[in-house]
């Protein structure tokens, strides 16, 4: 059986330990959770094939169930700030030339599952990569 992993990265505190035991077991932590999640393994069906999903948590997403929440609304306005919409996030990874960008929310579990699946597709299917020459300097 093939292993695709799956690493959860992003600022702390964003809800990545909440989206894996969401993801895992269809219910939204109750309490705040720090990064306790262990590293855990789905078995995945893909065209009638099953795949191991390994998933793995990180101690450092959206919150897309905030965004129109009114009282993060009012906090951010505070701060001259505002919710970010899917407009931006797909403006980004067109930027970031990224595989996909996707929104989901543990607490409510909206795309939750979509999340993953893109995630497998990805990893399954990589889109062809243009054979560019250039120099980077690091």
């Known amino acids: 059986m093939q292993t695709i992993k799956c690493v959860v990265v ?3 505190a964003v809800g990545k330990t909440c989206l894996l035991i969401s993801y895992t077991t269809n219910k939204f932590p109750s309490e705040y ?3 306790v999640f262990d590293n855990y393994a789905v078995t995945v069906m893909i065209g009638g094939e099953p795949y191991t999903l390994g998933l793995f948590d ?3 997403g959206t919150q897309v169930d905030l965004r129109e929440d ?3 609304i009012e906090k951010l306005a505070k701060n001259k700030q505002r919710p ?3 407009e931006s996030g797909e403006k980004l990874a067109r930027e970031l ?4 960008y996707v ?3 543990a ?3 909206r795309g939750l599952k979509n999340v993953f699946d893109e995630a497998i597709l990805a990893a399954l299917e990589p889109p062809e990569m243009k054979n560019k020459k250039r120099c980077v300097l690091l």
């Open 10 to 12: 992003g600022d702390g």
């Open 33 to 35: 959770v720090p990064t």
């Open 58 to 60: 990180t101690a450092v």
């Open 70 to 72: 009114s009282n993060t």
């Open 84 to 86: 970010l919409y899917i």
């Open 97 to 100: 030339k990224a595989v996909k």
């Open 103 to 105: 929104e989901c929310s």
């Open 107 to 109: 607490l409510t579990q």
